[in-house]
T-cell receptor, first 113, second 113 residues
Framework: DTGVSQDPRHKITKRGQNVTFRCDPISEHNRLYWYRQTLGQGPEFLTYFQNEAQLEKSRLLSDRFSAERPKGSFSTLEIQRTEQGDSAMYLC???????????FGSGTRLTVV | DQQVKQNSPSLSVQEGRISILNCDYTNSMFDYFLWYKKYPAEGPTFLIS?????DKNEDGRFTVFLNKSAKHLSLHIVPSQPGDSAVYFC????????????FGTGTRLQVFP
């Protein structure tokens, strides 16, 4: 297992288009998190899954955002009708929830033009 | 409101000397604190953590100190090495969800020869 994988690494899209990102967590980790990081800021929590259940969503996650984790394995984050303000690094992380810290992926950098 | 604050955006230290990175928080409900290191184009990497019931945790060259009365923690790196040059994020969590992290804005550490 090589850690948390995110695909794609970079995505450039036109405003108004839909985009989907994928995250493959560490296989034995039951918790999966999505964060967003903008320039000069730390990562901000978006949403959290325990197995396949989405247990919490930040108010940062507008109705245009949807996340899924079918079968409790990989997760997808979809943004509909993208806006320039959606441009950011989207980070996925996974953990066992044992206070050992999350393991982050390398992120997907989204640029909306 | 920024619940976790890193007031120094950057720090420059000579190789071999001590690096001290500081972090302040406002939420007294935080019970677990973590430091992450981030290199460009990579996700954050977990470095060291401390529970609120402790005041010090040490791991090799890295030591984290927690002062609960002052709501302040610091990361000491001794001796500093050029490979330590990165952005360091302080993060905190509450008991209900140990991996839902609230991050500071980061401090860029540069270690020069």
């Amino acid at each position: 297992d090589t850690g948390v994988s995110q695909d794609p690494r970079h995505k450039i899209t036109k405003r108004g288009q839909n985009v989907t990102f994928r995250c493959d967590p560490i296989s034995e980790h039951n918790r999966l998190y999505w964060y967003r990081q903008t320039l000069g800021q730390g990562p901000e929590f978006l949403t959290y899954f325990q197995n396949e259940a989405q247990l919490e969503k930040s108010r940062l996650l507008s109705d245009r955002f949807s996340a899924e984790r079918p079968k409790g394995s990989f997760s997808t984050l979809e943004i509909q009708r993208t806006e320039q303000g959606d441009s950011a690094m989207y980070l996925c992380a996974s953990s066992l929830g044992l206070n050992y810290g999350c393991t982050f992926g390398s992120g997907t950098r989204l640029t909306v033009v | 409101d920024q619940q976790v604050k890193q007031n120094s955006p950057s720090l420059s230290v000579q190789e071999g000397r001590i690096s001290i990175l500081n972090c302040d928080y406002t939420n007294s409900m935080f019970d677990y604190f973590l430091w992450y290191k981030k290199y460009p184009a990579e996700g954050p990497t977990f470095l060291i953590s401390i529970s609120s019931i402790k005041d010090k945790n040490e791991d090799g060259r890295f030591t984290v100190f927690l002062n609960k009365s002052a709501k302040h923690l610091s990361l000491h790196i001794v001796p500093s090495q050029p490979g330590d040059s990165a952005v360091y994020f302080c993060a905190a969590s509450v008991p209900e969800n140990t991996d839902k992290l609230i991050f500071g804005t980061g401090t860029r550490l540069q270690v020069f020869p």
